[in-house]
Antibody, heavy 121, light 110 residues
Framework: QVQLVQSGSELKKPGASVKVSCKAS????????INWVRQAPGQGHEWMGW????????AYAQGFTGRFVFSLDTSVSTAYLQIYSLKAEDTAMYYC??????????????WGKGTTVTVSS | QSVLTQPPSLSAAPGQKVTISCSGS????????VFWCQQLPGTAPKLLIY???KRPSGVPDRFSGSKSGTSATLDITGLQTEDEAAYYC???????????FGGGTKLTVL
């Protein structure tokens, strides 16, 4: 079946970096973009952006430029989220989700289970 | 503060109907489709409604969505205890060039 499997929880110190993976299965990986969504403790969801899995072009939402990098390894149907110079406020659950729809009419139909990133000294 | 406004919490008894609202503006809900997700405690979000009113395969027809102008609603009829969850609306905002989420509504089934 169609699923996105994310890597396990991470505990990092401030200033370090982290790389979260999202492995797709059950469909053609390069047919659908992958979104990244952040949910801080007790907060709602924030869209971080997406990566076009066909071209590799990323698009970052406001507030997620500079320290956040989306990448791919299409040979293993996997998308990655890398966060550099981690701060305490990056502590959150990070989800990947498959993008559906077309220009201006998007939604997310399959979600990974999430990866908890904790930043603490 | 989310751009899409939802009531923070609602409660209803089993068997009843509940309506969750999502209010936006002309640059988002008024100009795009709305989707709704359900998030059970400790789990990933699950798509319930897309394109304002369509249900993915496997979602019970107790869940229905609609949109009018710059607002959308999710109706849940015949409430069951397993419907106790957080519900989020989402849509594309053409001014921001971003997908937006509502703040979420925590539904308690008493």
């Amino acid at each position: 079946q169609v699923q996105l499997v994310q890597s396990g929880s991470e505990l990092k110190k401030p200033g370090a970096s982290v790389k979260v993976s999202c492995k797709a299965s059950g469909y053609s990986f390069t047919n659908y973009a992958i979104n990244w969504v952040r949910q801080a403790p007790g907060q709602g969801h924030e869209w971080m952006g997406w990566i076009n899995t066909n071209t590799g072009n990323p698009a970052y939402a406001q507030g997620f430029t500079g320290r956040f990098v989306f990448s791919l390894d299409t040979s293993v149907s996997t998308a990655y989220l890398q966060i550099y110079s981690l701060k305490a406020e990056d502590t959150a659950m990070y989800y990947c989700a498959r993008r559906r729809g077309s220009s201006g009419f998007f939604y997310m139909d399959v979600w990974g289970k999430g990866t908890t990133v904790t930043v603490s000294s | 503060q989310s751009v899409l406004t939802q009531p923070p919490s609602l409660s209803a008894a089993p068997g009843q109907k509940v309506t969750i609202s999502c209010s936006g503006s002309s640059s988002n809900i008024g100009n795009s489709y709305v989707f709704w997700c359900q998030q059970l405690p400790g789990t990933a979000p699950k798509l319930l409604i897309y394109d304002n009113s369509k249900r993915p395969s496997g979602v019970p027809d107790r869940f229905s969505g609609s949109k009018s102008g710059t607002s959308a609603t999710l109706d849940i009829t015949g409430l069951q205890t397993e419907d106790e969850a957080a519900y989020y609306c989402g849509t594309w905002d053409s001014s921001l060039g971003a997908i937006l989420f509502g703040g979420g509504t925590k539904l308690t089934v008493l």
